[in-house]
């Protein structure tokens, strides 16, 4: 086989999406509402000038592919497994998230492009759970799950066969590749037949509701799929108006003029009917699990920055005699909100880029050194927000239980696992500080070797 034959994971990956996409718009007719309704914000926002929403052709062309998926595994071959399959699409795993101090039993990470054409071409990502079954306490009831677990298989075998065939060859070829996406999808489809009877359900179910999310299938359903917005407040209020009913509150950071990280609001679970074995017949149940969530996402903060974020936010959640929108106000009017100030002050990522080639080779041609700060005052090179590509563990906490019909925040005792996670991984996840450190490192290189060429032309 000529490698020239095979397609790049960048297009594997953009048919994948929107297998997806196209798969749960039939699902969940919800999605294609919310789909509607981002759009008609990204357009109004990017047409309202006023608005100071500066989106470059690219990522406008980004924003309209832009998706996150989340999906909840059972045993460690399946994440093992999974790694492999989305490796196909140029998606790795990034980052560690420990879900247990929000008393959700599972532990995460995010599959993810990491290359920047990679992420302007599809940003696709995956939030992938793994239930933690030493976190349920009654004994005879964790066997009973890791028996039933044990049993499901939630690939097809051609799937696996195509990854094996990746992994020896080094590529698909085009007709391979839309092979793959179709048998991979069909693992995350819903499937209205529960794999036990309802008392068992109901067991798993009072144990904790994701415990029989997880257990009681076929296989891990996509639970939601998430367009990203380019103003969540006013999606927000438009959620309502067309008649989706919308969380209380959008996790993350308040609202501002230079949005940080990530904002999320979502709508409430799907009542479902299912269906449960029952000798020869069935019997009818309904499940909550589906739901639909629509996000927001700024720059990526340094680990300073990120520092001072959890800080604030813990503020917040720790005082309670203000309403919520008004003690995340308060919290974060310390944090910030000048581009300049966040970039001088170290607390967010930022990339360069030139902008005035000929002044850039004037200033180098009159013996100045390279002085990035004076370069940027005189407009030669800009410095741009590094988007922020990743989740927020707090957020994810409140997505979880909104969509588990918990009320409140728990908050557990907390029980981070992440040499165990990257066992059954079978492999270590990547850093996300680093993968940010670099993506600004390179490209203030490119800056500083453009000056210096100047000097020697
Ligand atoms: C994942 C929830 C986390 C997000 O956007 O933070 C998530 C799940 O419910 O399985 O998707
Ligand atoms: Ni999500």
């Avoid at 066997?143 to 049993?151: D, H, K, N």
Wanted: with cysteine.
């Amino acid at each position: 086989m000529c490698a020239s034959q095979f397609i790049d994971s960048d297009e594997i990956r953009s048919r994948f999406s929107k297998a997806m996409s196209e798969m749960y718009r039939l699902e969940v007719p919800q999605y294609s509402t919310l789909l509607e309704l981002v759009a008609d914000i990204n357009e109004s926002t990017m047409a309202d000038a006023g608005h100071g929403m500066q989106v470059s052709a690219p990522e406008r062309n980004r924003l309209q592919v832009e998706r996150h998926g989340a999906i909840r595994l059972g045993k460690a071959s399946e994440l093992a497994d999974i790694r492999r399959i989305f490796a196909v699409m140029g998606m790795l795993p990034v980052g560690y998230y420990d879900l247990s101090s929000a008393g959700v039993p599972v532990h995460s990470t995010a599959f993810r492009p990491v290359a920047d054409e990679s992420l302007l071409r599809n940003p696709f990502r995956v939030f992938t759970s793994l239930l933690r079954l030493e976190l349920i306490e009654d004994e005879a009831l964790r066997e009973r799950a890791r028996t039933i677990l044990a049993r499901r298989e939630i690939f097809s075998a051609r799937a696996l066969e195509l990854v094996r065939q990746f992994e020896s060859n080094g590529g698909l070829t085009s007709e391979e590749a839309d092979e793959f996406v179709g048998e991979v999808r069909e693992t995350f489809r819903w499937h209205r037949e529960a794999t036990v009877d309802a008392d068992t359900y109901r067991e798993f179910h009072d144990a904790h509701r994701l415990i029989a999310d997880v257990v009681c299938f076929k296989g891990p359903h996509i639970n939601h799929l998430t367009p990203r917005t380019l103003d969540i407040d006013a999606a927000q209020v438009e959620m309502p108006r067309r008649g989706i009913g919308a969380k209380e509150l959008i996790e993350g950071p308040p609202s501002r003029r230079h949005p940080i990280l990530l904002r999320q609001t979502s709508f409430k679970a799907l009542e479902e009917a299912i269906l449960f074995p029952n000798g020869a017949g069935h019997e009818d149940g309904t499940h909550t699990a589906r739901f639909g969530e629509i996000e927001q996402r700024g720059m990526a903060l340094t680990r300073e920055g990120r520092e001072l974020y959890d800080t604030l936010l813990a503020q917040v959640n720790a005082r309670s005699d203000e309403r919520y929108e008004v003690r995340l106000a308060q919290a974060f009017a310390s944090f910030p909100d000048d581009l300049g100030a966040l970039r001088e002050q170290g607390l967010a990522f930022f990339r360069y880029e030139v902008k005035d080639a000929a002044r850039l080779k004037d200033m180098a041609d009159a013996g100045a050194g390279f002085d990035l700060e004076r370069l940027i005052e005189s407009g030669i090179v800009v410095a741009q927000p590094v988007t922020y590509e990743d989740f927020l563990p707090v957020s994810a906490a409140g997505i979880f239980q909104s969509n588990l019909g918990e009320s409140g925040r728990t908050h557990g005792k907390g029980n981070s696992a992440r040499d165990a996670f990257e066992a059954s991984l079978g492999a270590p996840v990547l850093d996300e500080m680093e993968l940010y450190e670099r993506a600004s490192r390179e490209s203030l290189e490119q800056v500083r070797s453009a000056f210096e060429t100047k000097v020697a032309s």
